[in-house]
């Protein structure tokens, strides 16, 4: 019974716990996005949601809807 419990142990802390977490975009991942303000950047359950109009990143090296940051 212990094996089973001890093996069910090791298949949880394999999975994502599922909270979302920051990711900022580099000149080797996501460099249209470097900037933008529609840059979302949030993984969720391991899947990185880059903004609403490129939700896996925009194709080309720059963004047709990239729009300066305001801060």
Same mark, same amino acid.
């Given at each position: 019974?212990?094996?089973?419990?001890?093996?069910?142990?090791? #298949?949880?802390?394999?999975?994502?716990? $599922?909270?979302? *977490? =920051?990711?900022?975009?580099?000149?080797?991942?996501?460099?249209?996005? #470097?900037?933008?303000?529609?840059?979302? $950047?949030?993984? *969720? =359950?391991?899947?990185?949601?880059?903004?609403?109009?490129?939700?896996?990143?925009?194709?080309?090296?720059?963004?047709?809807?990239?729009?300066?940051?305001?801060?």
């Amino acid at each position: 019974m212990l094996e089973v419990y001890w093996e069910l142990e090791d #298949i949880v802390a394999d999975v994502d716990s $599922g909270f979302p *977490y =920051s990711v900022e975009p580099t000149a080797e991942k996501n460099p249209a996005c #470097i900037g933008c303000t529609h840059y979302h $950047g949030q993984v *969720y =359950s391991g899947n990185l949601l880059v903004c609403a109009m490129h939700p896996h990143g925009c194709e080309d090296e720059n963004c047709p809807d990239w729009e300066k940051e305001d801060y």
